[in-house]
T-cell receptor
Framework: GDSVTQMEGPVTLSEEAFLTINCTYTATGYPSLFWYVQYPGEGLQLLLKATKADDKGSNKGFEATYRKETTSFHLEKGSVQVSDSAVYFC???????????FGSGTRLQVQP | NAGVTQTPKFQVLKTGQSMTLQCAQDMNHNSMYWYRQDPGMGLRLIYYSASEGTTDKGEVPNGYNVSRLNKREFSLRLESAAPSQTSVYFCVGASEGVHGYTFGSGTRLTVV
């Protein structure tokens, strides 16, 4: 079945630092790819998505590009803020499978 | 407020007790899902319902049962709780398959 692998956390950065969180997937076919964010005590919220190779998803300064050749969807942000502290989940899925497969999550801590 | 509502938010059970986690949505979602979240393991699919009257097993269905009572409600039942079922449970609704996930705020369950 499909699987999603994320870099382990926590990732600790100073404010205004550059962020990269790695994500790779294995799947039959070409799934859609997603990044979700979870703030303490809440459910997950969609951050961005890409539905086909070379698509770039972006939202709130975060970006990720669907790389078919490396089966990757790394999350990046040029300048993180304390308010970005959260857990980030990479996910993959397509309509035929009816459900998303999630990675294990990466905790980001941004220090002032 | 529109969305996916889970009850209760917190619950402590003794081993062997039973309980039902309730989930209701008012977004006219066709599909509903139950995931569990455990540290280092991300979210794992327990059961899902592609439409009213249908349910299917996910990755980790053992020890659980579900009921799609109507289009709005999708409950998760633990017949005989075990410590291994200590987790945070999320109900999810979706109208566009994997592209339209809306998460509830979660139920934190502890089995002692």
């Amino acid at each position: 079945g499909d699987s999603v692998t994320q870099m382990e956390g926590p990732v600790t950065l100073s404010e205004e630092a550059f962020l990269t969180i790695n994500c790779t997937y294995t799947a039959t076919g070409y799934p859609s790819l997603f990044w979700y964010v979870q703030y303490p005590g809440e459910g997950l919220q969609l951050l961005l998505k890409a539905t086909k190779a070379d698509d770039k998803g972006s939202n709130k300064g975060f970006e990720a590009t669907y790389r078919k050749e490396t089966t990757s969807f790394h999350l990046e942000k040029g300048s993180v803020q304390v308010s970005d502290s959260a857990v980030y989940f990479c996910a993959a899925g397509d309509t035929g499978r009816r459900a998303l497969t999630f990675g294990s999550g990466t905790r980001l801590q941004v220090q002032p | 407020n529109a969305g996916v509502t889970q009850t209760p938010k917190f619950q402590v059970l003794k081993t062997g007790q039973s309980m039902t986690l309730q989930c209701a949505q008012d977004m006219n979602h066709n599909s509903m899902y139950w995931y569990r979240q455990d540290p280092g393991m991300g979210l794992r699919l327990i059961y899902y319902s592609a439409s009213e009257g249908t349910t299917d097993k996910g990755e980790v269905p053992n020890g659980y049962n579900v009921s799609r009572l109507n289009k709005r409600e999708f409950s998760l039942r633990l017949e005989s709780a075990a410590p291994s079922q200590t987790s945070v449970y999320f109900c999810v609704g979706a109208s566009e398959g994997v592209h339209g996930y809306t998460f509830g705020s979660g139920t934190r369950l502890t089995v002692v």
